[in-house]
C-alpha cells in the first residue's frame, strides 16, 4: 500500500497564502484549546485561536500553528491542534 506523503510548504509560501479560518474553524480551534492570549488593556487579554490557514498555490489547504517555539503545518485543523497542544504548550 502506498502512502501519499505531503511535504510541508516553507513558511514564507505559507505566509504569503494566508487566509481567513472560518468561523467554524475558529470556533473549533477555541473549543479544544488552541488559544493564543495577547494582552490588552492591563490586566486584559484578547483570546484568539493559535491556528492560521493557508491556501498554496497548488490548491492545498494547510493549518499553521507557530509560536515563539516552534512551528508546525498540518493538511487538516485537528492535526495542528494537535500539535499546538502538544508542542506549543509543553508538558503539563
Not at 45 to 54: E, G, L, N, T, Y
Amino acid at each position: 500500500m502506498s502512502a501519499r506523503i505531503r511535504r510541508m510548504p516553507t513558511m514564507a509560501v505559507l505566509e504569503a497564502n494566508r487566509v481567513r479560518l472560518t468561523p467554524g474553524e475558529r470556533a473549533a480551534a477555541l473549543e479544544r484549546g488552541a488559544v493564543m492570549r495577547y494582552p490588552w488593556r492591563g490586566d486584559r487579554f484578547i483570546r484568539d485561536a493559535a491556528v492560521w490557514k493557508s491556501v498554496t498555490p497548488d490548491g492545498k489547504t494547510w493549518y499553521v500553528t507557530n509560536t515563539s517555539k516552534s512551528h508546525q503545518a498540518r493538511p487538516t485543523l485537528r492535526g495542528a491542534i494537535s500539535v499546538y497542544n502538544s508542542e506549543a504548550k509543553g508538558p503539563s
